[in-house]
């Protein structure tokens, strides 16, 4: 069964430093893969997609992540956090033909100002 | 305003009694989709929807039933057989069903308390 492992439950940094959020999926074939983020209050939105193409993808508010398809990963960046950018992060991928997503449990991301 | 919007935001049920949580979508997408959030579970599907008039059930369907009678409204209801009803549900839409390339749009979600 397809599934989505994000390795970081709780992440905390202080502003300005680098940030990276692991994630690893297992199915062999096709995969389209998401990161959406939940800010305190507010709903889920999507922060960056890959479907095709360049593996590195530009995403909002400055993030990106690499799909690196040998390690099955899709790891999600940003050199320099903002307090702003605490909230809860969520990887997803598609599944297969249905159409809808696994997603991972969620890190959540506290950035101290 | 074009979204997905969730109805009643904060609701409390007593155990025993079946609740209605509404979803409703103007973007006119086919696809619509329940999921629930639990702290450190991440989100979960309920059921979902690929067209009107007809649903699928995904990982933990038991204890809920929906219907999709119009292509913008998806309602789910949580029945008295759900064990853990209590969480946060999230309706989502999507352009396309049954789509590999489909992005998933959500809405703000319901807080539902069993008392």
């Known amino acids: 069964a397809q599934s989505v492992s994000q390795h970081n439950h709780h992440v905390i940094l202080s502003e300005a430093a680098s940030l990276e959020l692991g994630c690893n999926y297992s199915?062999?074939?096709?995969?389209?893969l998401f990161w959406y983020v939940q800010y305190p209050g507010q709903h889920l939105q999507l922060l960056l997609k890959y479907f095709s193409g360049d593996p590195l993808v530009k995403g909002i508010k400055g993030f990106e992540a690499e799909f690196i398809k040998s390690k099955f990963s899709f790891n999600l960046r940003k050199p320099s956090v903002q307090w702003s950018d605490t909230a809860e992060y969520f990887c997803a991928v598609n599944r297969g033909s249905q159409g809808n997503l696994i997603f991972g449990k969620g890190t959540k991301l506290s950035v101290k100002p | 305003d074009g979204g997905i919007t969730q109805s009643p935001k904060y609701l409390f049920r007593k155990e025993g009694q079946n609740v209605t949580l509404s979803c409703e979508q103007n973007l006119n997408h086919d696809a619509m989709y329940w999921y629930r959030q639990d702290p450190g579970q991440g989100l979960r599907l309920i059921y979902y929807?690929?067209?009107?008039?007809?649903?699928q059930k995904g990982d933990i369907a038991e204890g809920y039933s929906v219907s999709r009678e119009k292509k913008e409204s998806f309602p789910l209801t949580v029945t008295s057989a759900q064990k853990n009803p209590t969480a946060f549900y999230l309706c989502?839409?999507?352009?396309?069903?049954?789509?590999?390339?489909?992005?998933?749009?959500f809405g703000e979600g319901s807080w539902l308390t069993v008392v």
């Open positions: 989502a839409s999507s352009p396309r069903g049954g789509y590999t390339g489909n992005t998933i749009y």
């Open positions: 199915y062999g074939g096709t995969v389209n």
């Open positions: 929807s690929q067209i009107v008039n007809d649903f």
